[in-house]
């Protein structure tokens, strides 16, 4: 899989729970959204291919979220424990395919 059918399924597993999503899902998913699509375009146009690379680049840009103040503790918690079940969720699906 390439980076962009990773950042695809990504945000498929996002978009496809909506409609049964809690308040702190929607959040999440709504905030990780910009993370994982800057991240896979600074990739790109580092010529970076590897799956690695894209979740390091998310990481990354979710701590320099969470240094600069955008998240409080519970937020934070929330969408780090949410980004971790997405690329779960994502990896196990291609596994099984």
């Known amino acids: 899989m390439n980076i962009f059918e990773f ?3 990504l945000l498929a597993e996002i978009d496809d729970n909506i409609a ?3 308040d702190d899902q929607l959040f999440a998913g709504g905030y990780l959204r910009g ?3 800057l991240s896979v375009a600074g990739c ?3 010529g970076r291919t590897h799956l690695r690379d894209v979740k390091a680049r998310v990481n990354r840009s ?3 979220a969470i240094m600069a103040g955008e998240l409080n503790e519970q937020d ?3 969408v780090e424990g949410f980004w971790a079940d997405l690329i779960d ?3 196990q699906a291609s596994i099984a395919e």
């Open 20 to 22: 049964t999503a809690t």
């Open 89 to 91: 969720k994502v990896e």
């Open 76 to 78: 934070q918690a929330l």
């Open 7 to 9: 950042e695809r399924l």
């Open 62 to 64: 979710l701590h320099d």
């Open 44 to 46: 790109d146009i580092d």
């Open 35 to 37: 993370h994982i699509t």
